[in-house]
C-alpha cells in the first residue's frame, strides 16, 4: 500500500513538471490605446481652497491624449493567465507632491505593497476605496513630515484614492494576479513580455477612469509580439 502510494506520487509530480515546461513558451503583446473624437484642452484646476496648494498650477488629469492621438493613463492587463507568478518585493509608490497624486495611474501585483507619501507642506487625508463597488477601505490623515505609510494590496482589484482635503485628488491602482499589466503613458502603449502561450484567446482588458473599460481577445505565439490597436471614442 505504502508502495502504491509512492508510485501515484511520481506520476503526480511527472505530470506537474510536464506541464511547467510546456508553460515556459511564452510570446508579447504590445497594446496601443488610441482616442478619436475631439481634445479639448485640460481644464485649470481650482485649488484655491488650500492656500498652499494655490501657489502651483495643475491641469485636470481625467482625460489625457497624446500628441500622436494616443490615450495616456490607460490600464492594460490581461484577464487571466494561469500559473504562480513571482510577486516584485519593490513597492508600488505613490506620492503627493504640489498637491497632486503621483502616479495618477499605476499598476501591479496582487500581494504588492503600496508607499503613500506626503512630500507636501499642508495635510492630505488618503482615503481609499477597493473593488467594484469602491467599498470603503484605509482612510488616513497625513500631516507633513509624517512617515510614509506602507500598505499591502491583498486582492487583485482597482483600488481608488482620494483625498478628502483636496476634492481634485484621485489616483488609481490595479492589481492583477500575475504581472502582466502596465499603464499607457506619453508613447501611449504598453509591452506586457513574457506571456505564456496558450492554445485559446486571451482576454486582454484597457481600463480608462473616464472612458470606461474595453475587452478585446488575443492570441499570444510562442516568440512572437501580438499587436493590439484598442481606440476609444469620444464626443465631438
Ligand atoms: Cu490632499
Redesign the pocket.
Known amino acids: 500500500m505504502k508502495l502504491l502510494k509512492v508510485i501515484i506520487g511520481v506520476a503526480a509530480f511527472g505530470l506537474i513538471s510536464a506541464s511547467a515546461e510546456s508553460a515556459e513558451a511564452s510570446g508579447n503583446v504590445r497594446v496601443t490605446v488610441k482616442y478619436e473624437g475631439a481634445v479639448r484642452a485640460r481644464a485649470k484646476l481650482d485649488r484655491s481652497g488650500d492656500p498652499f496648494c494655490a501657489k502651483t498650477e495643475a491641469l485636470a488629469e481625467t482625460l489625457i491624449v497624446n500628441g500622436d492621438g494616443t490615450l495616456a493613463n490607460a490600464i492594460v492587463y490581461i484577464k487571466k493567465v494561469r500559473g504562480k507568478f513571482n510577486i516584485p518585493s519593490e513597492s508600488l509608490k505613490l506620492s ?1 507632491n504640489d ?1 497632486m497624486y503621483t502616479p495618477h495611474v499605476q499598476s501591479g501585483m496582487k500581494g504588492q505593497t503600496i508607499e503613500i507619501s506626503n512630500g507636501d507642506k ?4 488618503v482615503h481609499s476605496y477597493r473593488g467594484a463597488k469602491k467599498k470603503n477601505w484605509f482612510n488616513i490623515a497625513q500631516p507633513p513630515g509624517v512617515p510614509a505609510k506602507i500598505q499591502k494590496l491583498k486582492k487583485a482589484e482597482l483600488v481608488i484614492f482620494k ?1 478628502d ?2 476634492p481634485w ?1 484621485s489616483s488609481y491602482v490595479l492589481t492583477t494576479k500575475h504581472p502582466f499589466n502596465g499603464v499607457t503613458g506619453k508613447a501611449g502603449s504598453v509591452i506586457l513580455e513574457g506571456v505564456p502561450t496558450k492554445a485559446k484567446a486571451y482576454d486582454l482588458v484597457v481600463w480608462h477612469e473616464t472612458l470606461g473599460e474595453q475587452t478585446v481577445k488575443v492570441i499570444v505565439e510562442a516568440g512572437k509580439t501580438a499587436e493590439v490597436v484598442v481606440t476609444y471614442k469620444g464626443g465631438n
Request: glycine share 0%; proline share 0%.
Open positions: 503627493q498637491c499642508t495635510l492630505h487625508n483625498c482635503v483636496h485628488m
